[in-house]
């Protein structure tokens, strides 16, 4: 006898005892009585069997079945919305048998067997819902389905509790593509913070170039006009409390001076081209131009000076003596532009 039979016991009648004892209905036992056609009687506690009832209903026999409230439990499983893993349940289940004369009709002789196939039937039904990780989704909805209790075969399952878990193998499964998502997760995390640290760098480097390029700026328009201006003593001043500055001046000053001889050249070349230059002008532009050009600013800026007096000389032999004079391409010393100036006068 299982564990989970409702029928407790069962008896005959004894043909033509109509005084006899009547079997007795006790408490939490209901009393199903049988004819030999099929028919059933359930008798509750604190109802009674006739003997009229025994004598013109022919009932044949009785059974005892259990209407107290119990307990069982059970395992199953029922599977996810994909069919490579499945969860497992456990099942508490609190009933008690409502109609006794459907136990005996259907000749249930376990209570479990009766009530098993219902419960996993819906319980598939929600759990095929949910993936692997979902179980507590899952659990959640199965037992909000059971909150009003289970009717089925005679049976009233008054509370259905489940327990759903996953297999050893399929945490472990599910435990390695978590693992795997974290680390996604944390390796992007970790460009992002990369890459904002690198364009705040990046950002923090040409605010400070430009900071750097705007002081800069801001003292060379201070110094200029002291270099322009000759004030040599206020510059030094400067100088001293800013060391930092003197690459930047001297490379000031240099491109100053270069700039200055180099349009000395250009107007010696107008003036030497244009014949601007008198026989009572010769001294005072040997002294302060020929003189200052050519022995202070070296072979290099005096190449433009010979090309242009060159030039100017070989044009005025052809036109005033009738004879060419070859340009010369090399350096030329003071007393050779000496003597190209005296040339010049004995011409006018």
Known sequence: MSSYDPIVGTGDFPKLNLFGSRPTVE?????????????????????????????WKNYKGYFKVDIGVHNLEFQTKVPCNKDAFSFEAKLQITYQVEKPDVIVKNKIRDILAALKPEIENRMRTISRK??????????????????SGLHVNGIFASQIISNLELPAEAREHIHKIQSAKNEIARQEVA???????????????????????????????????????GQWNLLALQLAEHPEDVASIVNLINQQQQADRENQLKMLKIMLEEDVVEGFQVE????????????????????????????????KSVNKKGKKKPAKEDVVDAKEVDEIIEENDEDE
């Open 284 to 315: 005072e532009v040997r002294k302060r131009i020929l003189q200052k050009v050519l022995d202070s600013l070296g072979p290099v800026s005096t190449k433009a000076l010979t090309d242009g007096k060159a030039k100017a000389t070989a044009e």
């Open 130 to 147: 949910y993936s692997a990780d979902q179980s507590e989704d899952a659990e959640y909805e199965i037992n909000n389905s059971f909150k």
């Open 191 to 229: 460009y992002e913070l990369e890459s904002t640290k690198l364009r705040y760098e990046n950002e923090l480097a040409t605010a400070k170039l430009k900071h750097e390029n705007d002081l800069k700026k801001q003292r060379m328009d201070f110094y200029a006009p002291l270099i322009k201006k």
């Open 27 to 55: 408490p939490g036992v209901a009393l199903v009585v049988y004819s030999d056609k099929g028919d059933v009687l359930a008798l509750m506690p604190g109802q009674r069997l006739t003997a009229g009832d025994v004598a």
